[in-house]
């Protein structure tokens, strides 16, 4: 069974970088493509972006100039970073596997809220 | 950038009730559509994909339709369960959401 977990600070400063890491079990980060997907509190879902272990990328156009996606084969790990945060981007992040060819998301983390604030 | 609408943004219902959610995309987006249900505290949960193929697992009384940009998602007989949120996604040019629709009971 594919299992996802993130992983990373709770809190970041305004005007840092925010960090997360997702963990992937029960399948090969060279399989797949892998996103991220954030969710403001009580607010709806908004792709983030997703890499594939070739190099292939693709990223919301609002939040492009910001983001990066990278995965770490050997340890079955992927991550996002987002610059330049600011309240805004306080959101509960989920990572999860994205299936290229039908284009949908079949498993997701848990998700991780993550605060801006001073 | 292709924007997706759903209407309406919230629905009260009672169980055993049949309940419909449309979701209209900007422009066409062929068959290029999923539904997710999310629960409170919960991460989303695939539905139906490709407009109209059900998940494996997910219960029978789902249905999904449409194609080019009018979309719908029916749930015949609503189970205590069913109520949640939710979303349509499309995949056709980049990824984008709709705002939701909340599913509450009556």
């Known amino acids: 069974q594919v299992q996802l977990q993130e992983s990373g600070p709770g809190l970041v400063k305004p005007s840092e970088t925010l960090s997360l890491t997702c963990t992937v079990s029960?399948?090969?980060?060279?399989?797949?493509?892998w996103s991220w997907i954030r969710q403001p509190p009580g607010k709806g879902l908004e792709w983030v972006g997703f890499?594939?272990?070739?190099?292939?990328?693709n990223y919301n156009p609002s939040l492009k100039s910001r983001v990066t996606v990278s995965l770490d084969t050997a340890k079955n790990q992927f991550s996002l970073r987002l610059s330049s945060v600011t309240a805004a981007d306080t959101a509960v992040y989920y990572c999860?596997?994205?299936?290229?060819?039908?284009?949908?998301?079949?498993?997701w983390g848990q998700g991780a809220l993550v605060t801006v604030s001073s | 950038d292709i924007q997706m609408t759903q209407s309406p943004s919230f629905v009260s219902a009672s169980v055993g009730d049949r309940v419909t959610i449309t979701c209209r995309a900007s422009?066409?987006?062929?068959?290029?559509l999923n539904w997710y249900q999310q629960k409170p505290g919960r991460a989303p949960k695939l539905l139906i994909y490709?407009?109209?193929t059900l998940q494996s697992g997910v219960p029978s009384r789902f249905t999904g339709s449409g194609s080019g940009t009018d979309f719908s998602l029916t749930i015949t007989s609503l189970q205590a369960e069913d109520f949640a949120t939710y979303y349509c996604?499309?995949?056709?040019?980049?990824?984008?959401f709709g705002q939701g629709t909340k599913l509450e009971i009556k």
């Open positions: 999860a596997r994205y299936y290229v060819y039908t284009g949908y998301f079949d498993y």
């Open positions: 029960g399948a090969s980060i060279r399989s797949h493509y």
């Open positions: 890499m594939y272990y070739t190099g292939t990328s």
């Open positions: 422009q066409s987006i062929r068959s290029n």
């Open positions: 490709t407009a109209s």
């Open positions: 996604q499309q995949s056709s040019s980049l990824l984008t």
